[in-house]
Structures are given as structure tokens and as C-alpha cells.
């Protein structure tokens, strides 16, 4: 197993390396030697590199047709740099991620954008662990070295800063961060908004995000407004903090058909039987009555997206349009040993709107 400490030197080698690299010709055999590694045969264009490092061999990805609009003048689109292969179980592969990221915060200092991917990159659709997509980026001009969560382990890959940045604005799905004071905002790509119940993306994304929250450190607070009743009331809390996904649940202002016992027949616990008086997460739900524990990295069930749905539609939200994210979901601040750091965040693969 790769150490912290060599895991930060690993980065910063691929980030010095890295600038002012041209990924055409003979740009990336020049990358390859001053790395110190051994340009090997591959497959499907795809180049081995030899490493000598503990989690094996890298690759460097060709650019193909379905990266081409993302890509337009490189041969090669990334290099991916597998960092350490944990055993499969998603505590395992959760933690070590963390402990990655963690340790290149240390080195590198704040990622530039951090969140939760979705299926689709600019490589097209891509296979990635079913417990969660989580990445960090690092931004260093026109090179961005990014941590990824791969099918064996978490992976360190430098890509062309343009490709993804690109590749997002016009067509990204997911979630993500945005350090603020950076001066590298980005725009979120514009898409149609859900309108039907049925085109909420919501199970996938509560189904990831305690795996996501715990192996990036960026918790979650997002509200979500029945803008199509009366004055708008706070109808759900979603909190995941530390890789535990709650959900509470309001009841103020909604129809009859969502209070009390029918709240209840929706699927909803009553929170003192989830969280006592006197447990320290109890504060940040008020008089909350209703809370669901919907469990932790690889244990939450997507189904409970299905109880949000139901409910909003009993207290009276017409159309999936009429459910909102607070605002206040989109500043987002982590708390680690060098301070507290700010992002904005943004949730373009939910595709609803935010009040």
C-alpha cells in the first residue's frame, strides 16, 4: 500500500510534470521521461506505461470519437495513474479514497472543483463503482490533475484543464463544487429541467452521496421547497455529514393527505424514535417531526427517493417542477486542518430548479 507521503509526491511529480504539456507528437513520450517511466505496447491505442508504483501500470487514453468535440487537436486525453487497489467493499474503497484525498489536500492544498460524476465524461458513458463517483481537481493552468474513484481504486489522472471544463459546460451531469475566491467559476450547463415525477433524478443521487460525502468531505444540507403551495413552505431536509444521509420532513403547509398518521403510511418515522432529544445531530432539524435514517456509504436504499416523491405529491406539489433546492444548498463549506474552505456548488444532473 502506497503511503501519504508518497502519494503526495506522486502528485506533485504529475503536476510539475504535467505543465506545459501538449498532448500530441511527441509531448507525451517528453512526459513519460521526465516522469522516469517506461513507454510500453498497449492496446486499442490505448499506451502502458510502466511504473514501478504500488498500485501498477498507467495508461494513456487515445482520444476517440466520442471525445473528439471535447478534444479537438490532441492524441491523447489523458493519463490515468491507477493509485492503490483497497479490497472491494465500499468502506474500504471509501476510506481509502478519503485518505488519498486527504493526503493531496496536504500536498496541493484546496481542489479547485470537487464533487460526484455522474455516468457520463467526456469519454462518453464509462463504467465507475457502483458505491459512488466521487473526484477532486486540481487546476494548473492549462493542466488539471484530477483524483477519481476507478473500478479498483482510486486513480490520479492528468487531463487537459479545456476538456473537461468544456465537456461540463455544455453537456455535464452530476454535482459540483466550485472553490470560491478562485476565479475559475464555471457555468453550469443548461438542460431541461424535470417536469414529470419520472424524470427526477433523485435515487441515484441520494443512493451515492454518503459514500461521496465521506470520501470527499463535502457534506450536504440541501433543502427542498414545495414552491407550488401557498407561500412555498420547507417541506425536506436533506443532511448527509460524514457519510450518514438523514432526511426529515416538515409537514408545514401541505394538504391533509401528507400529516400526521397518512405522513406515517408515507414512510416516515416519527424523529424521536430515529434521533433523541439529546443526540447532537438533533438540533439541526428544529421541530422536525418526521425523519428517515436512511443510511450510510453502499446501505442507502434508492427507493427512498420514492418516499420524497410520494410525499411532495400528497402535500399538494403538482409537478416535479414545483419542487425546488433551497439556495442555500449551493454553499457548501468544509472544515478541515488548515481552516475552513468555501464552495459553491451546483446539482445540474438533478435537474431541478433552485429557489
Do not use: K
Amino acid at each position: 500500500m502506497i503511503s501519504s507521503a508518497e502519494v503526495g509526491v506522486v502528485a506533485r511529480n504529475l503536476a510539475d510534470a504535467g505543465s506545459g504539456l501538449r498532448w500530441s507528437g511527441e509531448g507525451p513520450r517528453e512526459l513519460v521521461g521526465r516522469l522516469g517511466w517506461e513507454w510500453a505496447d498497449g492496446s486499442d491505442g490505448r499506451v502502458r506505461l510502466v511504473t514501478a508504483l504500488p498500485g501498477g501500470d498507467a495508461t494513456l487514453v487515445p482520444v476517440d470519437a466520442r471525445a473528439r468535440p471535447w478534444a479537438r487537436s490532441q492524441e491523447y486525453l489523458e493519463l490515468v495513474v491507477p493509485v492503490s487497489r483497497p479490497a472491494a467493499e465500499v468502506h474500504t474503497q471509501v476510506e481509502e479514497f478519503r485518505r488519498v484525498a486527504d493526503a493531496l489536500r496536504q500536498e496541493l492544498g484546496n481542489a479547485t472543483y470537487i464533487g460526484g460524476n455522474s455516468r457520463s465524461s467526456p469519454t462518453g458513458h464509462r463504467l465507475a463503482p457502483s458505491w459512488g463517483r466521487p473526484f477532486l481537481r486540481w487546476r494548473r493552468g492549462a493542466t488539471s490533475l484530477e483524483l477519481r474513484a476507478g473500478e479498483a481504486g482510486p486513480e490520479l489522472v492528468l487531463q487537459a484543464s479545456a476538456v473537461w471544463e468544456s465537456w461540463y459546460q455544455q453537456g455535464g451531469d452530476g454535482y459540483v463544487g466550485v472553490l470560491q475566491g478562485a476565479g475559475l467559476e464555471l457555468d453550469h450547463p443548461r438542460r431541461e429541467y424535470a417536469g414529470e415525477w419520472d424524470e427526477l433524478a433523485l435515487g441515484g443521487f441520494l443512493q451515492m452521496l454518503p459514500a461521496e460525502v465521506r470520501a470527499t468531505g463535502l457534506a450536504q444540507s440541501m433543502p427542498l421547497y414545495g414552491c407550488s403551495i401557498g407561500d412555498g413552505p420547507l417541506l425536506f431536509a436533506i443532511d448527509c455529514r460524514d457519510g450518514r444521509l438523514l432526511i426529515g420532513y416538515t409537514e408545514a403547509g401541505v394538504a391533509e393527505a401528507a400529516r400526521g398518521e397518512r405522513a406515517a403510511a408515507l414512510g416516515w418515522t416519527p424523529i424521536e424514535e430515529t434521533l433523541p432529544s439529546d443526540h447532537p445531530l438533533r438540533p439541526q432539524f428544529g421541530c422536525t417531526p418526521w425523519l428517515i435514517d436512511a443510511g450510510g456509504p453502499g446501505g442507502v436504499d434508492g427507493a427512498v427517493a420514492d418516499v420524497i416523491v410520494r410525499t411532495a405529491r400528497a402535500a399538494g406539489v403538482a409537478s416535479a417542477s414545483g419542487l425546488r433546492i433551497g439556495g442555500e444548498a449551493e454553499h457548501v463549506v468544509i472544515e478541515g486542518t488548515t481552516g475552513h474552505t468555501r464552495y459553491r456548488i451546483g446539482f445540474p444532473g438533478l435537474r431541478m430548479r433552485t429557489c
